[in-house]
């Protein structure tokens, strides 16, 4: 049976880079809207009805415009935007997440992807504070580099019509109010938001985020060995996925810290570094914010839902 996806927003960056990684599939039907009709919202609703899952790339407003223009119970919804992360009757789009996570979104209705930044947080900390190895109520301070793709088409114009001259490293989210917060809490299983601090790199894609972990005060310090393999038993679990953890190694630098290192693909690793000694440890992610961030995590998602293979369209 062939499913039919319609892309509300496909001319948007999440929206583009989906579209090409579902150009060649035979099992879809691909609809697309007119571009004199995208801000119809009569035509946007004749689409969203019709289509068997719509994918929102859309900014927030716009998405709760269009989940409201269905009409049916049959239109199965992933949104892109941050608009439904949190929301009661929304599963969240990370697939490795928990070990049932991926089947949880295969049977939803509506799947909430997750943003960019979350992801590197949720992978590093989620399976310590379930393991006992965090205290739930640790003070997370989270930081990293991202791609100015992130920032989606004014960042990207902005940025590449500076050229040379754009800002190499500028942090940003300086009154520590970013609206990743309330995901970023609710799914690392935290009872407080992190202190986040991100900032965005004159490249085009990719992204690399850091947790430093100061240990030496909680009742029962984790090693080095115990994190890693408590990282690596977890996402070990989630079959098929594409989250894997690097080998623990006493490294003072690594060429593999690179933020554009998994750029085109779908995955995302975590190295562990530690020093026990000083009860002293980081987890950092590297992954494409427009892929496993992004575009990438919403086809996996696709492809969970319509029951094929989760690697399908994706490069690992």
Not at 52 to 69: Q, Y
Not at 108 to 120: H, L
Not at 307 to 314: A, F, N, Y
């Amino acid at each position: 049976m062939t499913a039919r996806v319609f892309i509300d927003g496909e001319a948007g960056t999440t929206g583009l880079q989906i579209r090409e990684r579902l150009a060649m599939r035979h099992d879809l039907e691909l609809l697309s809207i007119p571009e004199e009709s995208r801000k119809d919202a009569a035509a946007r609703a004749e689409y969203l009805n019709k289509a068997d899952v719509a994918i929102l790339c859309l900014p927030d407003a716009a998405a709760k415009e269009s989940v409201a223009l269905i009409e049916n119970d049959t239109t199965r919804v992933i949104d892109a935007s941050s608009a439904h992360r949190v929301a009661d009757g929304w599963a969240y789009g990370f697939a490795e997440m928990d070990a049932d996570q991926a089947d949880i979104i295969a049977a939803a209705m509506r799947v909430a992807n997750p943003g960019c930044w979350p992801q590197g947080l949720i992978a590093a900390v989620r399976p310590l504070i379930a393991g006992g190895l965090l205290p739930s109520d640790y003070p997370l301070t989270f930081h990293g580099v991202s791609g100015y793709s992130g920032g989606g088409k004014g960042m990207i114009a902005d940025y590449e019509s500076a050229d040379a001259s754009a800002n190499r490293f500028a942090p940003y989210a300086l009154g520590f109010n970013h609206k990743h917060l309330p995901e970023m809490t609710e799914y690392t299983l935290a009872e407080a938001a992190p202190l986040f601090s991100p900032a965005v790199g004159n490249y085009y894609k990719g992204m690399l985020t850091v947790v430093p972990l100061n240990l030496a005060k909680l009742d029962k310090v984790p090693t080095g060995e115990q994190i890693h393999a408590a990282l690596a038993d977890h996402f070990a679990s989630s079959a098929g996925g594409f989250v894997d953890v690097a080998p623990l190694e006493g490294l003072e630098r690594s060429d593999e810290l690179d933020p554009q290192a998994l750029n085109e693909t779908n995955r995302l690793r975590l190295h562990v570094f530690a020093n026990d000694a000083r009860a002293q440890a980081a987890i950092i992610a590297v992954y494409d914010n427009l892929g496993k961030g992004a575009s990438g995590a919403a086809v996996q998602n696709l492809n969970l839902m319509l029951g094929v293979d989760q690697t399908t369209s994706l490069a690992a």
